[in-house]
């Protein structure tokens, strides 16, 4: 695996092989040339439900809403945060030493 380490490699074919019995069984048995076929055929796999993902109106409508119920909080929590700041920086000014709390 490209950029992971051998303890998730073999986290990810412990999961494979225990969920997917039937799946390991069939790619055993393919070559090298195979397995990188179902590796692309899998990439499009994904790309075709991220793409019915994205154009779900229902999950689209979803997001919007929550978004919006989320927004007071959100801004509420930057509003603190900068407050905060704003009072570490005061007090750095007036010479106090400051923790940083982040």
Known sequence: MKGGSMKNKDKVLKKVEKD????????NSLSGVDLEKRILDYAREQERIDEELDSNEVIKAIKEN???????????KKAVKLKMRYLMAMLEDRGHPVSDTE
Not at 20 to 27: A, D, G, L, S
Not at 66 to 76: G, I, N
């Open 20 to 27: 997917y019995p039937e799946f390991v069984e069939v790619i």
């Open 66 to 76: 929550l978004k919006e119920t989320r927004s007071p909080f959100v801004d509420a």
